[in-house]
């Protein structure tokens, strides 16, 4: 049950839109009119709630469309009763919304209050005012030249046949009195899933009095999305306790030796779990009452599915997807399938055939959904526009239509940016940039490591890319990371791939240098001042320091050797040495430095008398000693790991005197 609104634009003033124009090349005008034609497929049942004209009418459109590229370029048009509307549109990309049958000029509303917009009824009838369903659609465009943009309108509601009678075995001793449709939804969303949260969202349709044991007909119903209940597992077990509140089902009343008879038939996809209604959709449900409290229900419905279509295809490459008529309880029916080629100059084949436009392919139904291969090629570039149709023996018809383009590739284009810095075991920052003109898609990314050693990281520094694996890119500017072990030449290459199959090859190609760590050592020596009472003593001390700038990457053994030479305060001085010790300490990338006190005498400094400040005398020595006049035979020699990615650089040992 579907309504075909097709969006036609002229590239040049028209009168009407008899025919289809498509013009090659850019719109050199800021504005081009667009014309919106409205088709309509047949639907030819004879038993339905309206007549076939009557459910295929559109009397009024209300078309909202929005502009993304530009503020203020909104447009609201309305049309009641003509097919045919022209509008100039500013170039640029938009998003249109469709309300169909609405009964009134709606307004100028903005896109939130549009996505939220519903049709709200009081009553059964109402769903058939004007004798119009209510329809909607939701399409996305851009203007840029002459095209062709299809749109669907769909129903907001579902059909039900309803077929009840009496089995045979019961005919005359159980009659029916009537059929009421129950808790069925007065709103339903436009543009959004249908499923009423509370009691005031729904009515109740009138009972239909009955006499006899039988009923055909068929009724409109707002989209109720009422779920599953995954524990009911057979028929029986579809009752009122169990059955979500505020599902839809029908009410039949009978007698049968003068005792009153209830069933409740709840609608859904199945007659087990399911309880969702779906708009656009037609449900044929056969109830036959076998007992007194039993009725066997069975619900066929039929769906025609479109399988993934892309966006743009290159000249003579075969367009492959599947047509899919999902059914249920249908399984051995014989429905017709067409096509028409509403746009495009390529070849069709349908199963692996080709067949003329208009030509009636016999598909045989299972139960669930029967594959119908399609594949389109054509070696021109322009719009294609496919419209397929499928229909029951009652002459019921569901329609899909296929839309592309084919058109010429643009090239990839991509580029890496050069390392600021070329050292082995530093993160080193730089970026891949991606593009292709005229295409939204995503890129395959394949990452490789061709020559040298080290991890490649994608976006931070903790998101590492195993070497032959890939990414999916948008076009942009992407941040890497490159952490090198080795020297010398480096090659990462980024193989990209769209999804028209085109590929590009992009090298970042790097020589790869040492990285340099700073090894800095220090010896401090002087004397240290002791206090006690109104004597100092000064006691001599030498201290060893030694650090790398940066963590190193190796555990690194360290041999320091220190001698001094003391010196006597009598006059005249004398002297002596101190010979020189080895000894030993270790860096590591847990521990960037070593410090230590080497020497510190104690025993054989000189007295002084010294204030209660502790302000030395130098002029009142209490006794004669040695301190520490100079140092001698000092080396610091750090074991340096064979890795020719990193270096450790010793600078000479800073020796620095500090009286405390």
């Known amino acids: ?87 100039k549109l500013t170039v640029g990309d938009y998003d249109l919304f469709v309300i169909a049958n609405a009964g009134a000029d709606l307004g100028n509303m903005p896109r939130t209050q549009v996505e939220q917009s519903a049709r709200t009824v009081g009553s059964e009838s109402a769903l058939e005012t004007g004798s119009a369903l209510p329809l909607s659609a939701k399409t996305s465009f851009s203007v840029k030249a002459a095209m062709t943009v299809p749109v ?217 959904a029967k594959q119908i291969p399609i594949a389109y090629t054509q070696a021109a570039a322009g719009n294609v526009r496919i419209g397929f149709t499928v229909t029951d023996r009652y002459g019921y018809a569901l329609t899909k239509e296929l839309t592309t383009a084919y058109k010429a590739n643009n090239p990839i284009t991509g580029s890496v940016s050069n390392f600021i810095n070329k050292e082995c075991h530093k993160n080193q920052y730089f970026t891949l940039s991606l593009s292709e003109k005229d295409y939204a898609g995503k890129f395959s990314v394949k990452c490789e ?59 970042q190609n790097v020589t790869m240098e040492r990285l340099t760590i700073y090894v800095r050592s220090k010896f401090t020596w002087g004397t240290q001042k002791v206090v006690s009472g109104n004597e100092a003593r000064l006691d001599s001390y030498i201290e060893f320091e030694i650090r790398c700038e940066t963590p190193p990457l190796h555990t690194l053994p360290v041999m320091y050797k220190v001698g001094y030479s003391m010196v006597n305060t009598m006059v005249p001085p004398t002297t002596k040495g101190k010979p020189s010790q080895t000894y030993n300490c270790t860096l590591s990338p847990s521990s960037l430095s070593f410090w230590t006190r080497v020497v510190y005498n104690d025993y054989e400094g000189p007295k002084y008398y010294c204030d209660s400040y502790g302000n030395i005398n130098y002029s009142y020595i209490l006794l004669h000693g040695y301190t520490i006049s100079g140092l001698a035979l000092t080396t610091v020699e750090v074991t340096r790991p064979d890795d020719p990615s990193v270096q450790y650089y010793c600078y000479g040992q800073e020796m620095v005197r500090l009286d405390k």
């Open 449 to 507: 490591l061709v020559k040298g050693a080290g991890t490649l990281y994608y976006n931070t520094t903790t998101n590492a890319v195993a070497s032959g694996s890939s990414l999916s890119l948008a076009a942009g500017t992407h941040t890497f990371y490159y952490n090198g072990t080795q020297v010398g030449e480096t090659v990462i290459r980024f193989t990209v791939t769209d999804t028209n199959g085109q590929t590009k090859t992009i090298d």
């Open 1 to 87: 049950m579907k309504t075909h609104l097709l969006l036609i634009l002229w590239a040049a003033t028209i009168c009407g839109c008899s025919k289809l124009v498509h013009t090659e090349g850019p719109q050199t005008a800021t504005e081009i009119p667009v014309c919106f034609q409205v088709e309509c497929p047949s639907l030819d049942e004879p038993a339905k709630a309206l007549s076939d004209a009557q459910e295929k009418t559109v009397k009024d459109l209300n078309l909202y469309l929005y502009c993304k590229n530009a503020a203020g370029k909104d447009e609201h048009i309305y049309s009641a009763g003509s097919a045919n509307i022209t509008r």
């Open 152 to 368: 669907t309108l769909r129903r907001i509601v579902a059909r039900i046949d309803l077929k009840l009678s009496v089995a045979a075995a019961l005919a005359g001793r159980i009659t029916l009195s009537s059929a009421q449709v129950v808790s069925a939804p007065n709103t339903g969303l436009y543009f959004a899933d249908n499923a009423p949260a509370s009691d005031g969202k729904l009515i109740n349709y009138p009972k239909i009095a009955l006499t006899g044991s039988s009923l055909t007909r068929s009724f409109y119903l707002l989209e109720n999305l009422q779920g599953k209940v995954p524990s009911i597992t057979s028929q029986t077990q579809r009752d009122r306790t169990k059955a979500p509140a505020r599902a839809t089902y029908i009410h039949i009343e009978g007698q049968a030796s003068g005792k009153k008879l209830d069933y409740y038939v709840y609608l859904g996809e199945n007659t087990t779990d399911d309880f969702n209604v779906r708009r656009n959709k037609r449900y044929t449900l056969n109830a036959v009452v076998s007992g007194e409290n039993t009725i066997d229900t069975r619900v066929s419905s039929a769906e025609l599915q479109l399988g993934a279509v892309g966006a743009l295809y290159a000249p003579n490459q075969t367009l492959s997807t599947t047509l899919a008529l999902v059914t249920q309880n249908n399984a051995g029916e014989t429905y017709q399938l067409k096509y028409r080629l509403y746009e495009g100059s390529g070849t069709l084949k349908i199963n692996g055939q080709s067949y003329a436009q208009d030509t009636p392919i016999s598909i045989t139904a299972v139960n669930g």
